[in-house]
């Protein structure tokens, strides 16, 4: 079994900042890559930030210049750390995994969601 644990949920105003981390735990053999992906009411779940096992980072256009995404390879930990935050940046944040297991399955595997709310 594979475990994401996210945490940092919470409520900001127009302009400040907050932090997600995402540990993944289990019987995980090799992580592919990880990722955050956001999901808005009435919209569809989208891609904030990701980075692969080789260190790639991408982010949406959206966030680029004011979310950093980073990894802590020895922990399978991921952060976000999420500046300059927008009413529009208000959604359910999800952690997903890209791992292949030990039994060598490869699956994606994602996160109960954090709540962000950013206040005008």
């Known amino acids: 079994q594979v ?6 949920r919470g409520l ?6 907050l932090r ?7 019987s995980i053999r090799s992580i592919n ?9 009435g919209k569809q779940r989208e891609l904030v930030a990701a ?5 790639s980072t991408n982010y949406a256009d959206s966030v680029k210049g004011r979310f ?3 990894r802590v390879n020895a922990k399978n930990t991921v952060y976000l750390q999420m500046n300059k935050l927008k009413p529009e940046d208000t959604a359910v944040y999800y952690c997903k995994l890209d791992a292949r297991v ?3 399955v490869r699956e ?5 969601g954090t709540q962000v709310t950013v206040s005008s």
């Open 3 to 8: 475990q994401l644990v996210e945490s940092g």
């Open 12 to 17: 900001v105003q127009a302009g400040g900042s």
């Open 20 to 26: 997600l981390s995402c540990a993944a735990s289990g």
């Open 33 to 41: 890559a990880m990722g955050w992906y956001r999901q808005a009411p």
């Open 51 to 55: 980075v692969t096992s080789g260190g």
């Open 68 to 70: 950093t995404m980073s």
């Open 102 to 104: 030990r039994t060598g």
């Open 108 to 112: 994606d595997y994602w996160g109960q």
